[in-house]
């Protein structure tokens, strides 16, 4: 039986197998594969609840089947994902290559022309 540790959790292999691994949180035993677990963990520290494993394994299976490469213009920026993962879109904006989920990636950028628009409409009242 493999043991590591993780964000202060002590997780181990079930059995013989090295694939799949559990961890004990509030004496709740959670079972899946490393990636799962952890992202479970991380879940429980930032939120304070439980997620089954189970949940990640099915959402990164389908995001896997979805994911092809793609490109979209959005405000007059360029977002690419050349990987097809869920978080591997990435623009060149302001001179910087920005690099996350397309959502964050377009909030940020909404983010930044909305105060540039602010910043503009304050130098004509002046």
């Known amino acids: 039986m493999a043991a590591a540790s993780y964000r202060g959790f002590t997780l181990t292999t079930v059995g013989e197998s090295t694939e799949t691994w559990q961890v004990t949180i509030k004496k709740h035993t959670l079972t899946g594969s490393m990636a799962a677990v952890k992202k479970s963990i991380d879940w429980f520290c930032d939120t304070a609840t439980l997620i089954d494993p189970k949940e990640f394994s099915a959402i990164n299976s389908k995001a896997k089947e979805e994911g092809k490469p793609a490109q979209e213009d959005f405000n007059g920026y360029q977002l690419k994902n050349d990987t097809g993962d869920v978080n591997g879109w990435y623009c060149f904006?302001?001179?910087?290559?920005?690099k996350?989920?397309?959502?964050?990636i377009q909030k940020h950028i909404e983010a930044y022309l909305l105060a540039k628009q602010k910043a503009e409409q304050q130098q004509i009242k002046k």
């Open 93 to 98: 904006f302001n001179g910087r290559l920005i």
């Open 100 to 104: 996350g989920g397309k959502l964050a």
